[in-house]
């Protein structure tokens, strides 16, 4: 037989309020944003605000179904969503391989270093002239500003979280005997999942960043052409359309890497 169980009515009491809070949560969501596209269809239709500048939920829907009988919207989120998804695994990847490599080379890690900040806090729009010289004006340009965007907050972030490995499990596995890959299979990987969820997180942010930003220099189709192009034509309901449609594409792709912490914060109970 199956063990059960058994909670006392103290703790059932517990989960039925949290369980009530975290609806309250959900719908409170909903609401604040319905009551945000309310109160900002209203101010454009009594002209509180210039509709023309600021647009409105209406005029940003009928742009969207324009786009959709047209054929065009699904062809430039479909562009911008496989750069920015390609970015992001490349700048994830090799973030935490070469995190990987500077937690196991002291020297090569105090060596190089101040070079990866220094990078970080360069403006990677600066260096847009030189993407296009060696990568031309297509999708590997945009592709390599999203991994040129990311690629260091990566490696700084996995890198903390290898080197908070605690002090005392390492240096018991040391006095063990255990060797360092021991260590980093054992012990280092294991405990730096939370860094990695952290770095997931980031990079998704960072990686819209980058495809946005490098549609802006050199794209002739996705999310960030019709940006542009609705900016330099004062197509404004097709900016905010465009804007809207990445918030989407942005929320479902955090909401992904979300669940997966959720799973694997499952799998470790």
């Known amino acids: 037989m199956k063990n059960k169980t058994v909670y006392s009515q103290e703790h059932l009491l517990y989960l039925k309020k949290t369980k009530r809070r975290n609806l309250f ?3 409170a969501r909903f609401a604040v944003f319905g009551l945000l596209l309310a109160v900002w269809e209203l101010a454009a239709s009594l002209e509180w605000v210039n509709p023309f500048i600021t647009s409105s939920p209406s005029r940003i829907g009928k742009t969207l179904a324009d786009l959709y009988k047209s054929g065009s919207l699904f062809h430039h989120v479909g562009i911008t969503l496989g750069e920015t998804l390609l970015g992001f695994f490349i700048a994830v990847a090799a973030g935490y391989l070469i995190a990987l490599l500077l937690w196991w080379s002291e020297i090569f890690r105090r060596v190089s270093e101040p070079y ?3 990078l970080n806090a360069l403006p990677k729009i600066a260096l847009g002239p030189l993407i296009i010289i060696w990568f031309g004006t297509g999708s590997k340009a945009i ?3 999203t991994v040129l965007v990311g690629l260091i907050v990566a490696i700084l972030n996995m890198l903390g979280g ?9 240096l018991l596995l040391k006095s063990m005997g255990a060797s360092k ?18 770095m997931l997180k980031i990079s998704v942010g960072m990686a819209w960043i980058g495809s946005i930003m490098g549609e802006y220099i050199v794209s002739k189709a996705g999310i960030g052409y019709l940006i542009v192009y609705g900016g330099q034509v004062f197509k ?8 809207f449609v990445l918030c989407v594409l942005a929320a479902g792709m955090y909401a992904i890497v979300a669940l997966i912490e959720k799973l694997v ?3 470790e109970k």
């Not at 290898?162 to 390492?170: P, R, V, W």
């Not at 890959?181 to 952290?198: C, D, N, T």
């Not at 404004?236 to 804007?243: F, I, T």
């Open 265 to 267: 914060i499952k799998n």
């Open 236 to 243: 404004l309901d097709l900016v905010m359309a465009s804007v």
């Open 116 to 118: 990866f900040v220094i």
């Open 143 to 145: 592709v390599s500003m």
């Open 25 to 27: 949560v959900f719908l």
């Open 181 to 198: 890959l021991q260590i980093l299979l054992k012990l280092v990987v294991p405990s730096s999942l939370p860094a990695l969820i952290s």
């Open 162 to 170: 290898f080197m908070a490995t605690d002090e005392n499990k390492l």
